[in-house]
């Protein structure tokens, strides 16, 4: 406990899923954190849950496509807190579809938000920390960055090109004492992959494939969250964590 104290962090997509565990795992590792999603209510439930348990946080709306609102938002939490240390780009769209069927506005939509907003945000964020003389980036990836899918096409280019993006920020940001990683989620039961994991059938085609034999939890995700962002991750740069029960390991 406390290997985050006294930080803020700023986490996105926190409203659900593996990004509010991240931000209850920050929170209880002594963490200040500032809990954004698309949706309001469910970033405030996160925020309420954290203060609920002791914790510190505060909430709000945002899109990452929209960089005006990320400007305001960034702006009030050095306001408000003085710092902003540590930055968990969660926030990422996905629909499935066949690679012929891919359209303008999909590909738009999820390039948009997953690539040209994670870069943006990130952007803002680091001039912050350039200030202040360091930080820490955490991108959440995907499995999908090192392994093929059908009707994953669009997405899994956009989680390639988070792993790039983590490789060059961490050559450039280094000088500034910027740490860049990503953790790369395989199977991970939440309502993305809940259809999947309902079905008995494709639930045991999946699991055959992992060798622990199970799917990973989000707590499980936010403990690679927590090292990287914490002091016991500070010669560590450039890489990306794989949460996958052994998946990739084939």
């Known amino acids: ?69 990320v400007g305001e938002v960034v702006s009030g939490i050095v306001k408000e807190f003085g710092r902003l ?28 938000t997953n690539i040209r907003g994670t870069l943006f945000t990130t952007q803002r964020v680091v001039k912050e920390m350039m200030k202040r003389g360091g930080g820490r980036i955490v991108n959440i990836s995907s499995i999908l960055e090192e392994v093929g899918t059908p009707r994953q096409v669009h997405y899994a280019m956009t989680k390639g090109g988070i792993r790039s993006l983590t490789r060059c920020m961490a050559v450039e940001l280094a000088p500034y004492n910027i740490l860049v990683n990503a ?22 085609e999946t699991m055959n494939r992992i060798p622990l034999r199970r799917p990973g ?15 016991e991750a500070s010669y560590i740069t450039g890489l990306t964590i794989f949460v996958d029960g052994g998946l990739t390991a084939y």
């Not at 240390?85 to 738009?108: P, T, W």
């Open 1 to 69: 406990m406390g290997r985050l104290k006294g930080l803020v962090a700023l986490l996105t997509g926190a409203g659900r899923g593996i990004g509010r565990s991240i931000a209850m795992a920050f929170a209880r590792e002594g963490a200040r954190v500032v809990v954004t999603d698309l949706e309001l209510e469910v970033a405030r439930q996160v925020a309420g849950e954290i203060r609920a348990q002791g914790g510190v946080a505060v909430c709000f709306e945002m899109d990452i496509r929209d960089q005006a609102r």
């Open 85 to 112: 240390d540590v930055l968990v780009n969660n926030a990422g769209v996905v629909r499935s579809s066949d690679f012929v069927d891919i359209d303008g506005d999909l590909f738009d939509w999820v390039v948009g």
């Open 183 to 204: 953790i790369a989620p395989g199977i991970i039961d939440t309502r993305i992959n809940k259809r999947l994991l309902a079905d008995p059938k494709r639930r045991e």
């Open 217 to 231: 939890s989000p707590d499980e995700v936010a403990g690679a969250a927590v090292f990287l962002a914490s002091s």
